[in-house]
C-alpha cells in the first residue's frame, strides 16, 4: 500500500491495520505487519477489546494482558481503537 501511495504522489498518510479481538493471532500479526522495511511495515495497530463488561478494573478485564502484549511492539504505535462489552460468544449457526 505504501508502495502504491508513493507512486502515485499520494501524501504519505500513515498506513495501518484494524485487528479484531482475536487473541491467538494479535500478538503475532501485529509483529508481523511492522516488522522489515519501514517502506513496507504498517505504521499502526489498532486493536478492538471486548473485554470490558460492567463493574471491572484494569487486571480483571485483561486490558493489563493486551497492554503487556503491546510493550515489545515493533511499530510506530499500537493503540486501543474499539472497546465494547461482549458477554456471550456469537451465536454457530
Excluded at 12 to 20: D, E, R, W
Aim: aromatic share 18%; proline share 5%.
Amino acid at each position: 500500500m505504501k508502495a502504491y501511495r508513493d507512486a502515485a504522489g499520494y501524501r504519505k498518510i500513515p498506513i495501518g491495520y484494524s485487528h479484531a479481538d482475536v487473541a491467538g493471532l494479535r500478538p503475532v500479526l501485529q509483529n508481523y505487519l511492522a516488522c522489515g522495511d519501514p517502506a513496507q511495515a504498517i505504521d499502526f495497530f489498532g486493536l478492538n477489546a471486548y473485554e470490558w463488561c460492567g463493574e471491572s478494573s484494569f487486571a480483571n478485564s485483561g486490558y493489563a494482558y493486551l497492554l503487556n502484549q503491546t510493550l515489545d511492539y515493533p511499530g510506530e504505535s499500537a493503540f486501543l481503537q474499539c472497546f465494547i462489552c461482549q458477554r456471550t460468544n456469537f451465536p454457530v449457526y
